[in-house]
T-cell receptor, first 111, second 113 residues
């Protein structure tokens, strides 16, 4: 079983719609979860982090965590063409904080 | 806003040569990391560094790799004898704590010919 799994996409949504990105992880002891955005040829950019069960909102972004189901998601409201990128889910593994990444979901927002 | 910086942005080297990739982490951060991303693949952890020593390393981080914090600001990754399969983007990241958010630098694209 892969440690962090994401649908590779591409996920295509119209401008203004809600984009829903999903991620599952295998280590039940994981405590910290992150969403990064990566534009082609660029480095991962942190957009959300969540440590507790439930929802966390930051502007147009909402992260949702369900530790019992080992599931974390990212909702992007009012999607814009500039949101078109690959979204990486990452989970901390180990005692020194090293991140384990999923392969990422490619999001395309159509004008 | 503080950011992680990396130099050079692109490094081309011949197989068997040594390369040093440089990073300047965010100034008040205590944990430093190197990751790599082979084209079209996922980001992979290489090594973490805290309190002037390696904290954890992955299977990828074999004897040809080393890290160093030569002064109070720089953090370097050395590859002693590069192989074709070392061609990748190498990202440096830093964080305030071991479970805290990590901020990535812009990366160094390493091309081994």
């Amino acid at each position: 079983q892969k440690e962090v799994e994401q649908n590779s996409g591409p996920l295509s949504v119209p401008e203004g719609a809600i984009a829903s990105l999903n991620c599952t992880y295998s280590d039940r002891g994981s405590q910290s979860f992150f969403w990064y955005r990566q534009y082609s040829g660029k480095s991962p950019e942190l957009i959300m982090f969540i440590y507790s069960n439930g929802d966390k909102e930051d502007g147009r972004f909402t992260a949702q965590l369900n530790k019992a189901s080992q599931y974390v998601s990212l909702l992007i409201r009012d999607s814009q063409p500039s949101d078109s990128a690959t979204y990486l889910c990452a989970v901390i593994k180990g005692s020194q904080g090293n991140l384990i990444f999923g392969k990422g979901t490619k999001l395309s927002v159509k004008p | 806003e503080p950011e992680v910086t990396q130099t050079p942005s692109h490094q081309v080297t011949q197989m068997g040569q040594e390369v040093i990739l440089r990073c300047v982490p965010i100034s008040n951060h205590l944990y430093f990391y190197w990751y790599r991303q082979i084209l079209g693949q996922k980001v992979e952890f290489l090594v973490s560094f805290y309190n002037n020593e390696i904290s954890e390393k992955s299977e990828i981080f074999d004897d040809q790799f080393s890290v160093e914090r030569p002064d109070g600001s720089n953090f370097t990754l050395k590859i002693r004898s590069t192989k074709l399969e070392d061609s990748a983007m190498y990202f440096c990241a830093s964080s305030e704590g071991d479970s805290y958010e990590q901020y990535f630098g812009p990366g160094t694209r390493l091309t081994v010919t």
